[in-house]
């Protein structure tokens, strides 16, 4: 089983350029979350989805977009890219309450 | 709301010595506790976690916590360190409250710097 998958590893974007960071996991978790790391700033949640067609702001939505349409794939839209926006992005699964969530590798995200 | 606050950003530590991590967090309701680890270029893996019971939890790789409620703390230890636990350590807390959807909150880190 892979897990949580993250694609693309790395990117660079230009400054209002858009792109989608796919996730997809084959854990048949329902809950799925996209979080940003920011140097010293620890782990900040963007979004999150607990079933498919369910989605709902996490700490610092603004700028994204995402969307469930199916159990396994969780996407972040990024519509104009910022500077602000460069950062790594993690998708991680669940399935809610107590339990540990599972990271994938992350995406490595640059905007010039 | 919920914050944590990782009072370290660096600890440097020669190898085999013990080491603690220092975690306290502030919230109006009861939370779940967690130790992620992060090794360079990957992503978060749960090292351990309290939900309930016994104060001292024991994770993964020698490491301990214990549960602080009066001073709300989660303080990770580890009696003998290996060059291998070089990473960057989490502290994060999940709001126990019915309809928990599992959202974490995060310190800031700490970065472990295991020295031969």
């Known amino acids: 089983n892979a897990g949580v998958t993250q694609t693309p590893k790395f990117r660079i974007l230009k400054i209002g350029q858009s792109m989608t960071l796919q996730c997809a996991q084959d854990m048949n978790h329902n809950y799925m979350y996209w979080y940003r790391q920011d140097p010293g700033m620890g782990l900040k949640l963007i979004y999150y989805?607990?079933?498919?067609?369910?989605?709902d702001k996490g700490e610092v939505p603004n700028g994204y977009n995402v969307s469930r349409s199916t159990t396994e794939d969780f996407p972040l839209r990024l519509e104009l890219a910022a500077p602000s926006q460069t950062s790594v992005y993690f998708c991680?699964?669940?399935?809610?309450?107590?339990?540990?969530?599972?990271f994938g590798q992350g995406t490595r995200l640059t905007v010039v | 709301a919920q914050s944590v606050t990782q009072l370290d950003s660096q600890v440097p530590v020669f190898e085999e010595a013990p080491v603690e991590l220092r975690c306290n967090y502030s919230?109006?309701?009861?939370?779940?506790l967690f130790w992620y680890v992060q090794y360079p270029n990957q992503g978060l893996q749960l090292l351990l976690k309290?939900?309930?019971?016994?104060?001292l939890v024991k994770g993964i790789n020698g490491f301990e916590a214990e549960f602080n409620k009066s001073q709300t703390s989660f303080h990770l230890r580890k009696p003998s360190v290996h060059i291998s636990d070089t990473a960057e350590y989490f502290c994060a807390v999940s709001d126990r409250a019915a309809g928990n959807t599992g959202k974490l909150i995060f310190g800031q880190g700490t970065t472990l710097q295991v020295k031969p």
């Open positions: 919230s109006s309701v009861s939370v779940y």
């Open positions: 989805s607990v079933g498919a067609g369910i989605t």
């Open positions: 991680a699964t669940g399935t809610g309450w107590s339990t540990e969530a599972f």
């Open positions: 309290y939900l309930s019971g016994s104060t």
